[in-house]
C-alpha cells in the first residue's frame, strides 16, 4: 500500500510539473508576444506591461539649478510630476552635449535613472552627434564608462534622430553603433528615431518620415520608430489627429516586418510661441485635442504591434546651437510651462486615455 501511494504520488508530482512547466510557456509566450487580427505575430521589447505613454525631455528638466529644472506643483520633482500625469516613458536628450561636447557627471547621469526607475518610468537614450565628438563616443562613455547599459530603468537605445538613410556614411556610423550597443547592453532594444532621404536630383533637400524608407533601415533596429506631424495640414483637409495617426502608422506597418512600432515623436503647437513657422500656431486646445487624437489611436492599435507614442515636447529646454530661429527653445511645442507651475490641457492627456483604457479592459471582464 505504502509503495503504491509513493508511485502515485510520483505520477501526480510528474503530471503537476507538467501542467506547470506548460502554463509558464504560456506565460512566456504570450509576455513576448500577441498577435493582430490577421495573426501576425508581434514581439516586445523587454518590460513592457503597459503601453508606453511618453513624453520627449532633456536631461536639464531633471536637474536642479539648471534653469530649465522643472519640478510639480505641490514641491516634488520633474519625476514626481510625469508619474502624477500619467507618463511612463522619457526619451532622454542632451542640448548641452550637442552644443559643446562636454558631458555631464556619472553621477547626474546615474541619479537620473534612479529616480526613473523609483517611479517606475522607462528611459530611451538617445544618442547624438555634438560638434566635437560622435554619437558613437557618447554610448561609450554613458552606456560604457557610466554603466548605464546595466540601469534598471533602460528600457531602449535611440542611435540617431532623423538621420539620412540615403547617406552611405552615416548608415555605417549607425551600424558601428548598433554593433556596439548590443554588445554592451544585449537584452535592450535598439531603434533609431525618425528618418530622411535626400530627394534624388535635389541636393539638400529631403523626403521626410516616408515609410517606403524604412527598408533601408529595417535590419538595425528591434524597434521602427517614425516621427509625425503635420496635424494642422491634415486638419485643413478634414482629416482628424486620429486618421492621421492611423493612416500613417498603416503605410508603417506595411514595411516594418512585424516589428514593433513606437511613434516616437508627435506634437502640436501650443500657440504661445513660434514652432516652424516665423507665428505661433495652434492653441491650447488644439494642442489637447491633437494628443488625445493620436494617444487613443495608438492604444487602438496595442495590438496590431504599435507599443506607445512619445510627444514632443513636455517643456522647453536650452536652444541648440543650430536651431532656426522659429523654434528657439521649444515652448511653442511645450504643454509644462513655468518650470513645472503652468500645465496646459495636453498635459493630462496621458491620464485620461490610460484610464479610459483599464475602464474599458474592466468592462471587458466583467461577466
Not at 56 to 83: E, K
Not at 235 to 251: K, M, N, Q, V, Y
Not at 266 to 279: C, E, I, P, S
Amino acid at each position: 500500500m505504502a509503495a503504491s501511494n509513493v508511485k502515485n504520488y510520483r505520477s501526480s508530482r510528474k503530471g503537476w510539473i507538467a501542467v506547470l512547466l506548460l502554463a509558464l510557456i504560456i506565460v512566456l509566450l504570450v509576455g513576448l508576444w500577441f498577435r493582430n487580427e490577421d495573426g501576425d505575430t508581434y514581439t516586445l521589447p523587454r518590460n513592457l506591461s503597459r503601453i508606453a505613454y511618453g513624453v520627449n525631455v532633456d536631461i536639464s528638466a531633471m536637474i536642479a539649478g539648471s534653469g530649465y529644472t522643472v519640478r510639480a506643483a505641490n514641491g516634488g520633482d520633474f519625476f514626481d510630476l510625469a508619474a502624477q500625469l500619467g507618463i511612463n516613458t522619457l526619451r532622454i536628450t542632451d542640448v548641452r552635449w550637442t552644443n559643446s561636447g562636454k558631458m555631464r557627471s556619472r553621477g547626474v547621469w546615474n541619479a537620473v535613472f534612479q529616480e526613473a526607475a523609483s517611479h517606475h518610468i522607462n528611459i530611451i537614450l538617445l544618442l547624438t552627434d555634438s560638434n566635437h565628438r560622435s554619437a558613437l563616443a557618447e554610448a561609450h562613455i554613458l552606456l560604457g564608462d557610466y554603466g548605464l547599459a546595466h540601469a534598471p530603468a533602460l528600457w531602449m537605445v535611440d542611435l540617431s534622430n532623423e538621420p539620412d538613410v540615403s547617406d552611405a556614411q552615416e548608415m555605417d556610423e549607425l551600424r558601428a553603433e548598433a554593433a556596439y550597443v548590443r554588445r554592451v547592453a544585449p537584452k535592450v532594444p535598439v531603434t533609431i528615431g525618425g528618418w530622411k532621404s535626400e530627394i534624388a536630383g535635389q541636393p539638400g533637400k529631403f523626403d521626410w518620415q516616408d515609410p517606403a524608407d524604412i527598408p533601408s533601415l529595417i535590419d538595425l533596429v528591434d524597434v521602427v520608430s517614425p516621427h509625425l506631424y503635420g496635424f494642422e495640414q491634415d486638419a485643413a483637409r478634414g482629416i482628424s489627429p486620429a486618421e492621421s495617426t492611423r493612416d500613417f502608422l498603416s503605410a508603417v506597418r506595411q514595411q516594418a516586418q512585424r516589428k514593433p512600432i513606437l511613434l516616437e515623436e508627435f506634437g502640436a503647437g501650443n500657440g504661445l510661441a513660434t514652432t516652424t513657422q516665423a507665428v505661433p500656431t495652434g492653441s491650447p486646445s488644439w494642442q489637447a485635442s491633437v494628443y488625445r487624437g493620436v494617444l487613443q489611436e495608438v492604444t487602438a492599435e496595442h495590438s496590431q504591434g504599435v507599443i506607445g507614442a512619445v510627444a514632443w515636447i513636455i517643456a522647453p529646454r536650452p536652444a541648440p546651437s543650430d536651431a532656426s530661429g522659429y523654434q528657439g527653445d521649444m515652448a511653442g511645442w511645450a504643454f509644462v510651462l513655468d518650470h513645472g507651475q503652468r500645465l496646459l490641457p495636453a498635459a493630462q492627456t496621458f491620464s485620461a486615455v490610460e484610464h479610459s483604457q483599464q475602464d474599458r479592459l474592466q468592462e471587458g471582464s466583467s461577466p
